[in-house]
DNA sequence: ATGTTGACGGTTG
DNA sequence: TCAACCGCCAACA
């Protein structure tokens, strides 16, 4: 087990299961990867994809993970916000004025834990 | 090996 | 309700 699938790929991998139409958040993912306090690490992952040329990147759908009050966080310029709310939108999530998205109404039901081993190969 | 950095999250004022 | 702080943790320089 010298090669331990890096922490970012876990976060790519189990962002890639989340369907359509719903979102999660940073923490939420984190928490799945067994990592309850890694959220700012989810980000960090996320932001890394913009760098990304590998198609293999390209297919990550990173709009649907956002805060944990289903806020868009992203800092820096407003155009990354504005894409991600637009892409939401496009597959039906309904996003507000002030670029919130009721989490209630959209949240990913998730992984469990043995699922999530599954999907990392253990 | 040590310090800095973040697309976070919860608490506090 | 909103802003500022502080704690977490892996990747990187």
């Known amino acids: 087990m010298k090669k331990p699938i890096a922490f970012n790929e876990k976060v790519y991998a189990l962002v890639r299961q989340i369907p359509p139409g719903v979102v999660t958040s940073y ?3 984190a928490k799945m990867l067994d990592s309850p306090g890694a959220a700012r690490q989810v980000g960090f992952a996320m932001s890394a994809l913009k760098g990304r040329r590998d198609p293999a990147y390209q297919d ?3 709009q649907r993970v956002l805060g944990h009050d289903g806020k ?3 800092k820096g310029s407003d155009h ?3 894409r991600q709310a637009e892409l939401l939108q496009e597959e039906g999530v309904e996003v507000g004025p002030d670029f919130k998205v009721d989490i209630e109404v959209y949240l990913w039901e998730g992984l469990l834990p043995h699922e999530v081993a599954s999907l990392l190969g253990k």
């Open 27 to 29: 923490g939420r993912v």
């Open 60 to 62: 990550i759908p990173w």
């Open 72 to 74: 868009i966080v992203i």
């Open 80 to 82: 990354g916000r504005f």
